[in-house]
Each structure stands twice: as structure tokens, then as C-alpha cells.
């Protein structure tokens, strides 16, 4: 048996989760003093209220190392494992991943994956997985699978204020262009395995995500059928909704999934952000 597991920026709802039998391992947030869980015991709005009292970005930190060893000890010896985590580029979790796996002596049959992506960018591969997985595909023929695809995964949303990334640091180039960017809604995506600000959107905030999704309608038609997600750390419903009408329009998509961005991805973008993510056609 081939075990999944993925860090919790990978930003899969609970129902997700349990349809694949997909094992979350949490990141750390921190707030000051307290340090929690991300999607065990802190939640992004009680994130977004100490951000705004504090004026701080709250600091975020990888999956401890005790945590990865406790759920890989729990598998049978002949089971494999497949865990993924956020892009290396943005945090440290691959390589503690990585450091746990060695100090249990596991090389062989737990393979640790560089997503290269964050939010459900790395939901998309998870899930592949775990479909491969349940297809009864090997350890190894999921990783040859999956290396394939983690290029063809676009990922890219856009925010409704720049001050949670700039703060954090988290984007490439934000800092030359905070001042007159933060009045702007620029489109973030990831590539390569680091996030980059894109086209800049004026205009309400509402608008704005309705054009950025119908920017990507070439692409979306050309996407990988089976599924799409809407994630968003907490929009107005009606244009969530808008959204949801406007990828059911294109009647190209099997399954449209919406999912709230975790408590480590929303502490860096903040409150309204929205991201439509896909597995590019090969």
C-alpha cells in the first residue's frame, strides 16, 4: 500500500482529505509567544485580528520534525509513502521531511516531493496521487507520474492588498513596488517554485477576480478536464459563486472545488485573495 501524506499549506478541505485518505501534517504558526497548529488550533480570522492589532505578519514555521517521524512510524514496514510539501523555495518543511525520513532509516520506501508550488497547487498533485495510489500504482511509478505533472501545475490568484506579502517578504520584486502597488490588485503566480507578481488589476475588488479568471479562459480550456479549484482565505460569497458559474459556463471541467486558504498560506496573503488552479493539457 502506497500512503499519501502532505504538508497543511497543501490547502485540501476535510472532505477532500477523507475521500482520499490523504494524511495532513500541520505547519506552525506563530503569534508572538503562542505557537499553533495550522487547521488543528488556529483559524485564519483569528489570524487576520492579530495581524491587524499588531500590524505584523505572523511567523510561520516548517512541520517539526517529531510530527513527520510519529505519522511515519505508524505504517506497516511493507507499506510505501509519497509526502509532499510546500516549494522549497518558501519554506523548510522539504528538508525536514527529509532529515526525519533519514533519522528512521526509510530512504527506500518513503519518498519526499518538492511540490514547487504552495495552496492547492499542491492539491492538485496530492490528489493525483492519491487517485494513482488507490489505482494500485507503485511508490515509484506515482513519483515518475507526478515529476511529470508538477510543471504543468498553474497556480496563481490575486490579492486584495499587498500588505500581508510585503511584510512577509514572500514575493519576489514586491518590495520596489509596495508603494504604488498597494493600492493596486496584482495577480500572483507561482513559478518555478516562487511566487511572482504579475499583471495588476484597478478597480473592485469583485471585478477584479471576475477578470482575472476570464484572462485565463484559453488556458482553462485547455486544462486537464478532471478537476479545478477555486481557493480563497475568505471572499465574498456571491463572487465566489460568480466564479463558480463562470468555470461551469466553460463546460470543460469534471468537478469544480472550492477550498479555503489554511492558516499559513492566508497569514501571507490575507483576507480576500482568490486563486483559480489547474493541470495544464499535455
Not at 66 to 81: T, W
Not at 91 to 107: C, K, P
Amino acid at each position: 500500500m502506497v500512503r499519501i501524506l502532505a504538508d497543511s499549506t497543501c490547502d485540501l478541505s476535510p472532505e477532500l482529505v477523507k475521500r482520499y485518505d490523504i494524511q495532513i501534517l500541520p505547519l506552525l504558526v506563530h503569534l508572538g509567544e503562542e505557537e499553533y497548529r495550522d487547521g488543528v488550533d488556529i483559524t485564519p480570522e483569528a489570524i487576520y485580528r492579530w495581524s491587524d492589532e499588531h500590524r505584523s505578519t505572523p511567523k510561520t514555521s516548517a512541520v517539526a520534525e517529531p510530527d513527520i517521524e510519529a505519522a511515519i512510524s505508524k505504517f506497516p514496514p511493507e507499506d510505501e509513502a509519497i509526502m509532499f510539501s510546500i516549494s522549497g523555495q518558501m519554506s523548510t518543511t522539504e528538508n525536514v521531511m527529509r532529515l526525519a525520513v533519514e533519522a528512521l532509516g526509510v530512504e527506500d520506501r518513503v519518498h519526499v516531493m518538492d511540490s514547487q508550488n504552495l495552496s492547492t497547487g499542491i492539491g492538485l498533485l496530492v490528489v493525483e496521487a492519491a487517485v494513482l495510489a488507490a489505482q494500485g500504482a507503485s511508490a515509484g511509478e506515482i513519483v515518475r507520474r507526478i515529476e511529470e505533472l508538477r510543471p504543468l501545475v498553474r497556480a496563481s490568484f490575486v490579492v486584495d492588498t499587498l500588505v500581508f506579502l510585503y511584510r512577509g517578504g514572500r514575493c519576489s520584486g514586491l518590495a520596489a513596488m509596495a508603494g504604488a502597488a498597494l493600492k493596486l490588485h496584482p495577480r500572483i503566480a507561482v513559478v518555478n517554485g516562487a511566487m511572482q507578481a504579475g499583471k495588476k488589476y484597478r478597480g473592485k475588488l469583485s471585478h477584479v477576480i471576475l477578470s482575472y479568471v476570464k484572462d485565463m479562459e484559453k488556458d482553462l480550456l485547455q486544462a486537464r478536464p478532471e478537476r479545478v479549484f477555486i481557493t480563497h482565505s475568505g471572499c465574498d460569497p456571491e463572487t465566489v459563486e460568480q466564479v463558480r458559474q463562470y468555470l461551469r459556463g466553460l463546460n470543460h471541467f469534471q468537478e469544480i472545488l472550492e477550498t479555503r486558504a489554511g492558516s499559513v498560506v492566508s497569514s501571507h496573503c490575507g483576507p480576500g485573495t482568490l486563486g483559480v488552479l489547474f493541470i495544464a493539457g499535455e
